[in-house]
């Protein structure tokens, strides 16, 4: 992954969150690399909290980690060490507003949370929590543990078997009590965290990639439903009582969201996306003469584009550039302003495509808010047709367990008819992958995946009157079309 991923078509990606338990060091640093490695997961805000064994030391900065915490002074030594990238996706969204670790004191307990609560006002217990001193489910989930610990006298472990059981949604956490690391996910999975050695020392992180970038040795990913302890006596595995919980770990994260280096489930990344690729090119072919050749929306869709032309016996060419790392953009409401910022994105290179017919293939398409400018931009550079092949299916309904993919009224695929989405993007065709060919590609039991955006079940209760808005109309010949034109529902 080479810059900043924030593209205005795409999903925006759930948080990174990173943990470091061994004898006393400076661990702030070990997490901080680690917390670069993750730092497509996030770039609003960046943090770190130190445990020294009775208190916890943090720092937080806005944007990336390399602007929001270039250096790690005042962070002391210590046993433990907690780091969060955020993107937010409830609650506060700017700048250092809702940036974590959430740090709490008396006793000490430093919180980092990957994924999003369904209806946290409704927790047990939330009602009995000042409502000014939480703008995020995170900082609820922090409040809820430190009040049982208070309550009760009892120990973090104890206090997280009794509070998680009564959350709803997807969480994924590492947290401290400033002497010894713990590692949380929901029992639905939603949300990876895996768990690595380097030398003497313990790690907990979003992605495979975050363990193996700082040398370290992947060991496993933690369970649906486990409560990992690391401390100076080892570690100790639980889990959380959670009873016919249905595993439903983000089919996304195949396809988007994880680093291409990373393995989920013991599967790699790299291998889900080049086997979407050579589906799609059986599924999706692009006939004709003469032979078109194959762009890649860079960066995340390169993989996919490499197993679609190897199976289509096509050529692959850089078509597309991303000059640089500008970061966020925000789409403009005129033309000529969304191709100046589209183009300090994405640069298209006429030397590859003039002449030539484009298979242009991207790992998804959300909003489509820049794709009809990215069409055209290729067409300026001298590409005579554009065909639009996408490597999964249509995205036609939101997420509520950490994806932030704006109201349901902004997704393209569930306003428009596959048949109108050519005209609307400017291509001379578009297709998608189907979902049990991204379900093969991706490996696994094919029912142990989160499906919501791209079907409309979800396996957990949605908030109210979430899914009011327009939804997908029919596809013609399609099941999924029908089946989804009217509600989301519930597994």
Not at 64 to 70: E, K, L, S
Request: aromatic letters at 4%; proline letters at 8%.
């Amino acid at each position: 992954m080479t810059g900043p991923r924030y593209d205005a078509d795409k999903p925006r990606e759930a948080c990174g969150v990173a943990g470091v338990w061994g004898p006393a060091g400076h661990h702030a640093a070990l997490v901080r690399e680690m917390l670069v490695a993750l730092q497509h997961r996030g770039q609003e805000s960046v943090g770190i909290a130190v445990g020294t064994g009775a208190a916890l030391v943090a720092r937080h900065g806005a944007g990336t980690v390399a602007q929001g915490m270039p250096d790690l002074d005042g962070l002391p030594h210590g046993p433990v060490a907690v780091g969060h990238v955020r993107y937010a996706t409830h609650g506060a969204r700017d700048g250092l507003a809702g940036a974590q670790p959430v740090v709490l004191d008396r006793p000490p307990l430093a919180l980092a949370h990957n994924g999003t609560l369904v209806d946290p006002h409704t927790a047990p217990g939330a009602e009995a929590i000042d409502p000014t001193r939480w703008a995020t489910d995170s900082e609820l989930m922090a409040h809820l543990l430190l009040a049982r610990r208070h309550a009760e006298g009892v120990d973090t472990s104890t206090a997280l078997h009794a509070v998680l059981p009564g959350l709803t949604g997807a969480y994924a956490l590492v947290l401290s009590d400033g002497a010894q690391l713990y590692g949380v996910r929901d029992p639905h999975g939603f949300r990876p965290l895996a768990l690595g050695r380097r030398g003497d020392a313990w790690l907990l992180a979003s992605e495979t990639a975050a363990i193996t970038t700082v040398g370290g040795e992947v060991v496993r990913e933690l369970e649906p439903g486990e409560v990992l302890t690391i401390g100076p006596h080892g570690t100790a595995s639980s889990r959380v009582p959670v009873p016919d919980a249905k595993t439903a770990a983000c089919l996304f994260e195949y396809v988007y969201f994880a680093r291409a280096d990373s393995a989920l489930a013991g599967r790699s990344v790299y291998q889900a996306r080049y086997r979407a690729g050579q589906a799609l090119a059986d599924y999706a072919p692009v006939t004709g003469s003469p032979r078109p050749v194959v762009v890649a929306t860079p960066e995340t869709a390169r993989v996919a584009a490499d197993g679609y032309a190897e199976r289509a016996g096509l050529r692959v060419v850089q078509g597309l550039l991303r000059p640089g790392a500008v970061g966020r953009s925000f789409i403009a409401g005129d033309p000529a302003a969304r191709e100046t910022t589209v183009r300090r994105k994405l640069a298209p290179v006429a030397a590859a495509v003039a002449g030539q017919r484009v298979v242009l293939v991207d790992d998804s398409l959300v909003r489509g808010t820049t794709m009809r400018t990215v069409t055209g931009l290729l067409r300026k550079a001298g590409a005579v047709e554009v065909h639009l092949r996408v490597a999964s299916p249509p995205y036609r309904w939101p997420c509520f367990y950490g994806i932030d993919t704006g109201r349901p009224e902004e997704l393209l695929a569930a306003q428009l008819p596959i048949t109108e989405l050519a005209a609307q993007l400017g291509c001379d065709s578009v297709a998608f992958l189907s979902l049990d060919r991204l379900l093969e590609a991706a490996g696994g039991d094919p029912s142990g995946y989160c499906t919501a955006c791209l079907t409309g079940r979800y396996p957990t209760a949605t908030p109210a009157g979430a899914l009011a808005a327009p939804a997908a109309r029919p596809q013609p010949g399609t099941r999924s079309g029908t089946a989804l034109a009217s509600r989301g529902t519930v597994e």
